[in-house]
T-cell receptor, first 114, second 113 residues
Framework: NAGVTQTPKFQVLKTGQSMTLQCAQDMNHEYMSWYRQDPGMGLRLIHYSVGAGITDQGEVPNGYNVSRSTTEDFPLRLLSAAPSQTSVYFC?????????????FGDGTRLSIL | QQQVKQSPQSLIVQKGGISIINCAYENTAFDYFPWYQQFPGKGPALLIAIRPDVSEKKEGRFTISFNKSAKQFSLHIMDSQPGDSATYFCAANPMGSNYQLIWGAGTKLIIKP
């Protein structure tokens, strides 16, 4: 059981470049989300989705786009990378079945913007 | 913006000692308080969680203490081991939401052998 898979694990970009961070889960979870993790700031929610075709903004959405065409996949797009987007990005998923289901995280994508 | 304040930012404990991490929240409309553990190079994983109608929850060496009147909750790790060295995050779930956790800033715990 793979759980939540994120690719790539590491990426270096130049300012202004675009790229897509991939996230896939095999647990049939309805809810998926993207966080960024920066030192001393914990986890900040970028975008989330409660099901295929439904997305919404989190705390820090600027500079990022998402889409959810299938239950399994939730890619995060950086349209024009900026140095402020250097961070570790985590994708997470959880089920709506029952209350307070745990969030399952991938192992992250470490992104550096030069 | 609702906030969860976590302290200390980093903590060094001798093997066999008790590690204590504290969190405080500023809004009463939370109904679930999980703790996540993150090892280097990995994503966070749920460690233990508590609801506000319970004052304490214990799972093995890990205990959450919850003080509703003080709006505080803490994680205690008894008999701390080097394998417990990790970053720990507290979080709070807003009432009526099953997924938009409010996260603390994290505590980096180092257990010295």
């Amino acid at each position: 059981n793979a759980g939540v898979t994120q690719t790539p694990k590491f990426q270096v970009l130049k300012t202004g470049q675009s790229m897509t961070l991939q996230c896939a889960q095999d647990m049939n979870h309805e809810y998926m989300s993207w966080y960024r993790q920066d030192p001393g700031m914990g986890l900040r929610l970028i975008h989330y989705s409660v099901g295929a075709g439904i997305t919404d903004q989190g705390e820090v959405p600027n500079g990022y786009n998402v889409s959810r065409s299938t239950t399994e996949d939730f890619p995060l797009r950086l349209l024009s990378a900026a140095p402020s987007q250097t961070s570790v990005y985590f994708c997470a998923s959880s089920s709506f079945t029952g209350s307070n289901q745990p969030q399952h995280f991938g192992d992250g994508t470490r992104l550096s913007i030069l | 913006q609702q906030q969860v304040k976590q302290s200390p930012q980093s903590l060094i404990v001798q093997k066999g000692g008790i590690s204590i991490i504290n969190c405080a929240y500023e809004n009463t409309a939370f109904d679930y308080f999980p703790w996540y553990q993150q090892f280097p190079g990995k994503g966070p994983a749920l460690l233990i969680a508590i609801r506000p109608d319970v004052s304490e929850k214990k799972e093995g060496r890990f205990t959450i203490s919850f003080n509703k009147s003080a709006k505080q909750f803490s994680l205690h790790i008894m008999d701390s081991q080097p394998g417990d060295s990790a970053t720990y995050f507290c979080a709070a779930n807003p009432m009526g939401s099953n997924y938009q956790l409010i996260w603390g800033a994290g505590t980096k715990l180092i257990i010295k052998p």
